[in-house]
């Protein structure tokens, strides 16, 4: 049974810092290409970052560079996001994704609220 839990979320001041996790089971990790996605009240679902399978190469949307950082332990299964410099208007549900080309897989975690408030 594919699982994706995400941990780490809560209520942070502006300016503060957040590492969310997500633990992964059920498939083979280290194959998928994982994603941090984020939603936001009232919003469409938008990409935060993702990395590949090794962790060799990442990509982030313009407004989280140089603030947020995506790493993956494919030894521990667990993908991360370390989130900086928090903005109120970071506030979102935060979802882990796990993505497969061929065959073709993708698997949503149920989320993990953060939200950015003083």
């Known amino acids: 049974q594919v699982q994706l839990v995400e941990s780490g979320g809560g209520l942070v001041q502006p300016g503060g810092s957040l590492r969310l996790s997500c633990a992964a089971s059920?498939?083979?990790?280290?194959?998928?290409?994982m994603s941090w996605y984020r939603q936001a009240p009232g919003k469409e679902r938008e990409l935060v970052a993702t990395?590949?399978?090794?962790?060799?190469?990442?990509n982030y949307a313009d407004s989280m560079k140089g603030r947020f950082t995506i790493s993956r332990d494919n030894a521990k299964d667990t993908v991360y996001l370390q989130m900086n410099s928090l903005k109120p208007e970071d506030t979102a549900v935060y979802y882990c994704?796990?993505?497969?080309?061929?065959?073709?897989?993708?698997?949503w975690g149920l989320g993990t609220q953060v939200t950015v408030s003083s």
């Open positions: 990395i590949t399978s090794t962790g060799g190469s990442t």
């Open positions: 994704n796990a993505r497969k080309n061929w065959p073709a897989q993708n698997y």
């Open positions: 059920g498939f083979t990790f280290s194959s998928f290409t």
